[in-house]
């Protein structure tokens, strides 16, 4: 019993113990202003302050592999923000020195220009709200984001500087990459690489540079970010930097655009440590006669090294929490072919490589598509997808009730679809080395991130083969078991047991469910979240259903209507819990408290206030019904209408003060503050989108 319980309890404990921390806590945002009031009709600076955690990095406006920071503001009408002014980029290495992208890292600040109208009235102050994403990586990479707010008077006065932040911003903005006089660019390109030659503009040149001090970030992708570039100085103080191309460039550029940094600095005294380039691509300049500096080696290994890295992190990605489940069913499949000829259980190792490969040559197809229409993709990055995320752990669901019982194919194979086997078992195989694919995806082995970061660099063939790679390592233990079959006599003999075991690996896969689920929780607003919990449960009653009436030996009615039901309530469940992204004119709810509602009501805001709770069912149907309605989101858009939730989830004794207050004991309560009023407008319990409406006052 030991021998049969500790691979299940491996697998379970592989998967707890590997959970990812939630994401957000390794980089803390907050946004901070350059100056302490705001002056009608003049622009002013504030910036997304991001403070990262040792060794985790985020990226700049051209990533190189990763996402770049964004922002999407929340301002008053006639506002208007521009673009994240982006300091000088630094080149972004892993542990073994492998270039992994361009970014940021430590304490960061990202400038923004805001300019206000200038009808603006001086007074009251104005909030200023902001919803800011970015992608930080250490070994592994994880989403954050963070709405943001920052409240600042209004003046008629000349602004003064913010006494924390304004020297700061300010210093920042005075080394933001710009073109200089001192010095002159100019470019060429070939098929493969391209030329920038900088020099001094005046016979007294720049400062003395070192060749080992530069590098040029391409903004729209043009140059490869992970090959070496090589820097050769003139003897006169200009150098000339060889770029290799990025094969998923853009092939018409008509001009070499991007930051190139100095460590010393471009200016004498050590400042601008980026200078802008935008030079049109021309004819090669003349070779410089003079003796030229060795060309930095390659990475250790070269492109043989990667597809080693590529193998490795292929092998380890059996040991994941996402994978140990599905390999560890075909334990199952090793036992009862154990007693089939070794021509037998060689192909089927063959099929389920074949399977493993395809997936990963459509995988890494879609990505080359993807990435040549400009898309900045990465490993794992299908995640951030809800709607990934949701069929996936419905799949996951479905597989860990098939391995509980509830329901059976009929089949001894394991494999996964709706004909896990045919009469030869080969699709079975086949179908299982794809769902390993599908379910590898997500997980970062720790050998597989530099391999993965040159696949979606490199060019297709090169792409294609590393992908091939990690695709063989991924299936050799499998392969490798069925071209030696003697090597499987030393499992377990077909018996009783084999269903306790069957049963007993299902645990890890509801695990893996209730890890997605976990995440959908992070990327999902409450009522949406209910949504998808009830679609899953939707799903589960459809392959019970299945299970219920498709039983074998059940007669050929009773099977169809099994079959009929499964659909119709996968269907419906698919339905009801495929998450849809949030709407730009979705509303988002601040925190109610007394002081909110006080200090909103001074600003003769219009307020809506909703007390709810999670485990209440009105509350929910309330919100779904009304938050979901066009004319209720734009209604609440035109007359900009600030939104307060107080959630009494769990006891919170302003809530309960404030209900008492009138005459209240349960949720769901709500009422608008209108300006000029004394007391609020009472809604009824049972809300409508019209009922909303009419009460809001016109």
Request: one cysteine or more; aromatic letters at 10%.
């Amino acid at each position: 019993m030991k021998r049969l319980l500790a691979p299940a309890l491996l697998a379970a404990a592989a998967l707890l113990a590997t959970f990812p921390t939630r994401a957000g806590a390794q980089v803390a945002a907050s946004l901070v202003p350059a100056d302490a009031s705001i002056r009608p009709g003049t622009p002013f600076t504030v910036a997304l302050r991001m403070v990262h955690e040792p060794h985790w990095h985020s990226y700049w406006v051209n990533p190189g592999t990763g996402l770049p920071t964004s922002l999407k503001w929340t301002l008053p009408d006639g506002w208007t923000a521009g673009p994240i002014q982006w300091p000088a980029p630094m080149l972004l290495t892993d542990t073994r020195g492998n270039v992994i992208g361009n970014g940021y890292d430590g304490d960061l600040l990202l400038p923004v220009t805001i300019t206000p109208p200038a009808s603006l009235q001086a007074g009251a102050p104005v909030e200023l709200k902001v919803a800011a994403e970015w992608l930080m990586c250490q070994d592994e990479c994880v989403p954050g984001s963070a709405k943001l707010s920052l409240s600042l008077p209004v003046s008629a006065d000349d602004p003064k500087p913010d006494p924390r932040w304004g020297p700061r911003i300010r210093a920042v903005l005075a080394q933001l990459p710009v073109a200089d006089a001192s010095w002159t660019v100019a470019a060429s390109r070939d098929p493969k690489s391209a030329t920038l030659t900088i020099r001094p503009a005046g016979p007294a040149g720049g400062p003395p540079m070192a060749a080992g001090g530069l590098h040029f970030f391409s903004e729209d992708g043009t140059i490869s970010t992970e090959l070496p570039q090589v820097v050769v100085p003139d003897g006169k103080g200009g150098f000339t930097l060889t770029l290799s191309l990025s094969p998923d460039g853009p092939k018409d550029a008509a001009n070499l655009t991007g930051v190139l940094t100095s460590k010393q600095g471009w200016r004498p005294d050590g400042s601008l440590p980026g200078l802008r380039v935008d030079a049109p691509f021309g004819a090669a300049p003349a070779p410089v006669a003079t003796e030229t500096a060795a060309a930095p080696a390659p990475v250790a290994g070269g492109f043989l090294g990667t597809l080693v890295l590529a193998f490795v992190g292929g092998l380890i990605l059996n040991l994941m929490p996402c994978v140990f489940p599905v390999l560890g069913i075909k334990i199952l499949g090793f036992v009862n072919q154990a007693g089939a000829d070794r021509r037998k259980v060689t192909l089927h190792g063959l099929v389920f490589t074949s399977g493993v490969l395809v997936s990963f040559w459509v995988l890494a197809g879609i990505l080359a598509v993807l990435r040549a229409g400009g898309s900045h993709l990465g490993w794992g990055f299908q995640l951030q997808s809800p709607a990934f995320v949701f069929g996936l752990a419905a799949a996951m669901l479905a597989f860990a009730l098939n391995m509980s019982g509830v329901f059976e194919f009929g089949l001894t194979a394991t494999g996964f679809g709706s004909q896990l086997q045919s009469k030869s078992g080969f699709i079975g195989s086949f179908l299982t080395g794809a769902l390993a694919t599908v379910a590898a995806t997500p997980c970062a082995a720790p050998f597989l991130a530099p391999a993965l970061g040159a696949a979606l660099a490199l060019s297709t063939a090169q792409s294609f083969a590393i992908f091939t790679v990690i695709g063989i390592g991924l299936s050799t233990p499998y392969l490798l078991l069925s071209a030696f079959p003697s090597a499987v006599k030393v499992l377990p003999r077909p018996g009783a047991w084999m269903e306790t075991f069957k049963q007993a690996m299902a645990f890890p896969l509801y695990a893996t469910v209730a890890y997605l689920v976990w995440v959908l929780a992070g990327q999902l607003p409450e009522t949406g979240l209910l949504s998808s919990l009830f679609g899953l449960v939707l799903v589960a009653m459809g392959v019970w259903a299945y299970g219920r009436w498709n039983a074998p030996g059940a007669s050929p009615g009773r099977a169809r209507f099994g079959m009929a039901a499964c659909i119709v309530l996968l269907a419906f469940g698919a339905w009801a819990g495929w998450p849809t992204e949030r709407a730009p004119t979705d509303i988002v709810w601040d925190k109610w408290s007394p002081e909110a509602v006080e200090k909103l009501r001074s600003e003769n805001r219009l307020i809506y206030v909703d007390f709810t709770a999670r485990w209440c069912a009105t509350c929910q149907a309330n919100k779904r019904l009304v938050f979901h309605s066009d004319e209720v989101l734009r209604a609440f858009r035109e007359k900009n209408i600030a939104t307060l939730r107080g959630d009494w989830t769990t006891k919170d004794p302003q809530i309960t003060a404030e209900l008492e207050k009138y005459h209240r004991a349960a949720v769901p309560f709500n009422l608008i503050w209108a300006p000029g009023r004394a007391d609020p407008i009472i809604l009824p319990e049972l809300l409508t989108p019209s009922v909303v409406l009419n009460a809001i006052p016109k």
